[in-house]
Structures are given as C-alpha cells and as structure tokens.
C-alpha cells in the first residue's frame, strides 16, 4: 500500500538497527537523503562482538520481504 511520500527518508538509527539501515542505503539508495548513526553498530565490529552479520542481514531481509 502506498502511503505517497515523495521525498527521501533520513534514518536515525540506534545500536543494531545501524546495519539495517546501512542495508537499506546500499539496496534502495534512491530512497534514502542521509543516515544520522546514533551510537549505531556497524559491520566492522564483528570481529569485536563476535556478531554474525550474514544471519542479522539474511533475518532483516525475510522481515522486509
């Protein structure tokens, strides 16, 4: 359903949400004006966190679909 907004988003995300909204920048970059990370968790502390941003990135987009 189209809700008819014509001008591009600007994400604020937190923490986790970061590596969604670097997601959503890469693949819809037409859709997005500017990213304001607040404190926002991004690929490179993987190796820090022992995160598996494959499954994070692989579960966003079956929420998305």
Known sequence: KSVCIEEKYILMPHSMSGIYSLYWAMHYPE?????VGL????AQMEDERNINWSLAVSLF???TE
């Open 31 to 35: 859709e997005i004006k500017a990213i």
């Open 39 to 42: 404190d926002m968790t991004v």
């Open 61 to 63: 987009c079956k929420l």
